[in-house]
Nanobody
């Protein structure tokens, strides 16, 4: 069993930056692929970014490509989401997720472990 805890959310002005962290405990999260998803109020949870267990492969949603960067430090059992040039439409609850596969995954159904979520609010 893996427990995931996100941190780093908060309130930021448009154009600003935030870095989300997701710390895993319980058992090593390598060779698990990891991902970030977000959920706007009243909407479904959407894919944001994913990273393979080695860190050598990453995927991004078109809406965040070029602005967000996912990375991981397996020695620290932590995955990060660096968010730059934030826009009001990035406001959402952001969730970290772990998949019992080694390759990048974009589908919710491929993820087995989820964090509790962290709120990101971008003001205009």
């Amino acid at each position: 069993q893996v427990q995931l805890v996100e941190s780093g959310g908060g309130l930021v002005q448009a154009g600003g930056s935030l870095r989300l962290s997701c710390a895993a405990s319980g058992r090593t999260f390598s060779p698990y692929a990891m991902g970030w998803f977000r959920q706007h109020p009243g909407k479904e949870r959407d894919f944001v970014a994913a990273i393979s267990w080695s860190g050598g492969s990453t995927l991004y949603a078109d809406s965040v490509k070029g602005r967000f960067t996912i990375s991981r430090d397996n020695a620290k059992n932590t995955v990060y989401l660096q968010m730059n040039s934030l826009k009001p439409e990035d406001t959402a609850v952001y969730y970290c997720a772990g998949s019992r596969t080694s390759n990048t995954q974009t589908s919710l159904r491929m993820y087995n472990y989820w964090g509790q979520g962290t709120q990101v609010t971008v003001s205009s």
